[in-house]
């Protein structure tokens, strides 16, 4: 069965960076597009980041351009997500997503920006 399984549960203080790991299993993960989304406190989901199965295309909401950077290995099955100069409306808990329609989700990893 599709097995998604995020990783770097954090507490830290804005200006900080972070990385994000998924590691998935049951699907050929090299051919699925992939994706990060994320729901804040009190806050809907929010899709976050987007990569194409071979890498070659990375999209990202407004908000974290510049400062978050999505990448795979698919040698290792796995999803990253690079947040570098957190704030504090980056916290939320952070989904892996699999397929163009969210077919599968991981069960979220917390990540929190506080000082």
């Known amino acids: 069965q599709v097995q998604l399984v995020e990783s770097g549960v954090g507490l830290v203080q804005p200006g900080v960076s972070l990385r994000l790991s998924c590691a998935a299993s049951?699907?050929?993960?090299?051919?699925?597009?992939m994706c990060w989304v994320r729901q804040g406190p009190g806050k809907g989901l929010e899709w976050v980041s987007s990569?194409?199965?071979?890498?070659?295309?990375?999209y990202y909401t407004n908000s974290v351009k510049g400062r978050f950077t999505i990448s795979r290995d698919n040698a290792k099955n796995t999803l990253y997500l690079q947040m570098n100069s957190l704030k504090s409306e980056d916290t939320a808990v952070y989904y892996c997503?699999?397929?163009?329609?969210?077919?599968?989700w991981g069960q979220g990893t917390q990540v929190t920006v506080s000082s």
């Open positions: 997503v699999q397929g163009y329609n969210y077919d599968y």
């Open positions: 049951g699907f050929t993960f090299s051919t699925y597009y």
């Open positions: 990569i194409y199965a071979d890498g070659s295309n990375t």
